[in-house]
């Protein structure tokens, strides 16, 4: 299988209205199998906007939106799904919250037996990291690349790589295995535009996946 872009927002999104134009570019630059509404310490009404201003860019390039941390949100947004972390609640939590038809994802930093517990109790997907320094977020738990060869090789459940990804280093990702690259800055403040970044990931997601 090729690796996939999932799309990660920034930190703060202050005008929905001005950051969709940038949303719509990036989508326009390739395919991209999810966009994770990711915003931190903002009310919900401001994520409600964002999320009603952003979910038809979404639907309209057939690109899943998914509600970082917050499955009451998902399932009140119409959101595809919910990715929780390890300290967000327990899968079975978000699980029961959204019910059965919207993805849920779980971050498993990098534990094998945390992503082997969420893959038994039935999550979409698994997230790794990290693997680079990140802007984003401070890393708590760096992630080898082992550990997807060895996700990959064992387990049906896709993974996501995440933390710090950008073009210039995502190759050894992809190459061990990951099925999602979960990248932010690495669009966003791509040097070239969040467009050409698209564009520069996939490229790379299918010259590895020529034969």
């Excluded at 690349?145 to 950008?166: C, D, F, K, R, Y």
Aim: glycine share 6%; hydrophobic share 45%; aromatic share 8%.
């Amino acid at each position: 299988m090729t690796a996939r872009l999932y799309l990660i927002s920034p930190a703060r999104i202050d005008h929905p209205s001005i950051f969709a134009d940038e949303l719509r570019a990036a989508l326009d630059g390739g395919d991209v199998a999810a966009f994770q509404l990711r915003l931190k310490d903002v009310p919900d009404d401001a994520i409600a906007r964002a999320a009603d201003t952003l979910r038809p860019i979404c639907q309209q390039r057939d690109t899943a939106l998914i509600m970082n941390d917050r499955p009451d949100l998902a399932v009140k947004l119409d959101c595809d799904g919910v990715h929780v972390g390890q300290d967000d609640m327990p899968y079975a939590e978000a699980r029961r919250i959204v019910g059965p038809n919207r993805q849920v994802g779980v971050t498993c930093k990098a534990s094998r037996h945390l992503a082997m517990e969420a893959a038994e109790a039935g999550a979409d997907y698994v997230a790794f990291g990290a693997f680079f320094p990140s802007t984003t977020k401070q890393v708590t738990s760096p992630a080898s690349l082992e550990i997807l060869e060895w996700w990959n090789e064992l387990m049906e459940v896709p993974s996501v790589a995440i933390g710090g990804i950008t073009v210039e280093n995502c190759r050894p990702v992809v190459a061990a295995g990951a099925d999602f690259l979960a990248v932010a800055s690495g669009v966003w403040n791509y040097k070239e535009g969040p467009e050409a970044a698209v564009r520069a990931f996939n490229e790379i997601f299918s010259a590895h996946g020529q034969p």
